[in-house]
């Protein structure tokens, strides 16, 4: 009976000490690592990014993701053209301008369904109820920006000749629009819209804003970029990256989140106020969701081949480039 007993433990002892080494042997595979460059610094129009860093959607999908701050000095399609990234966001502008010469971009998502750009002004001093009522007056621009070739577009399509309004070179100071030197002035309305209008209205001022989009100019902004040789030879890390970001991108935007999502931007970029926050991130969703049935990342391929046309009427390349072959449309 003993030795019965006995063998029975020798079993149970060995079946135990089998469960632990197969334990030890299935290790955690490890998270694919690639680097996603943005277009800007760390602020509200990279709320999603910014929460799919910190709350682990890319981790939960497999990979580790380093998320680096855009500007003036980090280009992401030339990171990803020498492969130093493997994801980036850019313009439509850029990603034309790139095609023109050659590079093998392709977009995978567009972030803005809207696009950001606005112009703010004072509808007592300055009535604005047709794109017409913009003739005589001074609309402020960045020479070389979007902003100008966008505005020019907006003439063009309402027939506003050039010496019909007055074109202002503007800066980052504003003074020249609260002096009443400028009527209507270019800023983002997810970034600077909130910031201007709380000093207008402090000021007992009414202010609206110039959309170029609802007036058909869809000129689009940042979208989710990579490379044509990326697609090929890693499919199913693209596939994953799209699935963790854009699932990300919906959980921030969700107003039930809004909280979680302040305190996500703020942690990445503690310079900006938290009560500007708060009043920027309902702009945002307005510009990624405009309408109930909006889809997240929707490329919207008529207004990629317009933001195409504009440029090519400009000069601003030299031949079309089909862009609508470089759309991929990765999304769910």
Not at 175 to 201: C, H, M, S
Not at 277 to 288: S, W
Request: with cysteine.
């Amino acid at each position: 009976m003993k030795k019965g007993i006995s063998t029975l433990w020798i079993l149970i002892g060995a079946l135990t000490w089998l469960t632990v080494l197969g334990a030890c042997g299935e290790k955690e595979q490890p998270l694919e690592e690639v680097t996603y460059r943005l277009k800007w610094l760390f602020n509200i129009s990279v709320v999603g990014d910014l929460w799919a860093d910190a709350h682990g959607n890319f981790a939960r999908h497999g990979l580790q993701v380093n998320v680096k701050p855009g500007g003036p000095e980090k280009d992401a399609i030339k990171e990803l053209e020498m492969g130093h990234a493997q994801f980036g966001v850019a313009s439509a502008d850029q990603v034309i301008r790139a095609v023109s010469k050659g590079s093998p971009i392709v977009v995978l998502a567009q972030l803005f369904q809207v696009h950001p750009l606005h112009w703010i002004y004072r509808p007592d001093r300055t009535p604005l109820r047709t794109p017409l009522d913009l003739k005589g007056k001074t609309i402020g621009i960045t020479y070389g920006g979007n902003d100008e070739t966008i505005m020019r577009a907006l003439l063009a399509k309402y027939d506003i000749k050039e010496d019909q309004v007055k074109l202002y070179s503007v800066r980052y100071d504003y003074t020249p629009f609260y002096q009443g030197k400028v009527d209507l002035w270019p800023l983002y309305r997810n970034a600077q819209a909130p910031i201007i209008g709380e000093k207008l209205r402090k000021a007992g001022e009414r202010f609206d804003l110039m959309s170029p989009s609802g007036l058909g100019i869809r000129f689009v902004a940042n979208s989710v970029i990579t490379t044509q040789k990326m697609l090929d030879e890693r499919p199913e890390t693209v596939k994953r990256f799209m699935k963790a970001l854009l699932e990300a991108w919906r959980e921030a935007l969700l107003p039930e989140h809004k909280d979680k999502a302040i305190e996500t931007v703020l942690k990445y970029n503690p310079e900006t106020p938290a009560d500007i926050v708060k009043k920027q991130l309902p702009a945002t969703r307005i510009l990624m969701l405009p309408g109930p049935d909006s889809e997240f990342g929707k490329i919207d391929v008529a207004a990629w081949q317009q933001t195409e046309k504009i440029m090519l009427d400009q000069k601003l390349i030299t031949a079309p480039v089909n862009i609508e072959n470089r759309l991929k449309l990765m999304v769910e």
